[in-house]
């Protein structure tokens, strides 16, 4: 317990910061209209492939017999993947939605 106090008394402020950036976000995300919500969360989930760069580097720095690195990173990869290609599902059928239809 006493690990614990310690962790936070140093690292007080991040954890300020980081309560201040999810208030912010829910302030920002929140007064955004529901016409614009798909494309700015179909481009967040692109961006996000900044995750499967970091699983990868885990991956690849990590020590063959540590397999508690090894197999987060690959979780990583495969759920970054998953965004990723969802945020890029999700923008295609939007802009479907805008393309003329063909008689």
Do not use: C
Not at 40 to 48: C, D, Q
Not at 64 to 90: E, R
């Amino acid at each position: 317990m006493e690990q614990v106090f310690s962790f936070i008394s140093e690292n007080i402020r991040f954890i300020y910061l980081l309560v201040l950036m999810v208030f912010l976000g829910i302030e920002v995300i929140s007064h955004v209209p529901s016409v614009l919500h798909t494309p700015l969360m179909s481009g967040a989930n692109a961006i996000h492939g900044v995750v499967i760069v970091g699983a990868i580097i885990v991956m690849g720095r990590a020590e063959p017999d540590n397999y508690l690195a090894l197999s987060l990173g690959f979780i990583s990869v495969i759920l970054g993947t998953l965004n990723v290609v969802g945020g890029f599902v999700v923008t295609d059928r939007m802009l479907e939605m805008f393309k003329k239809k063909k008689k």
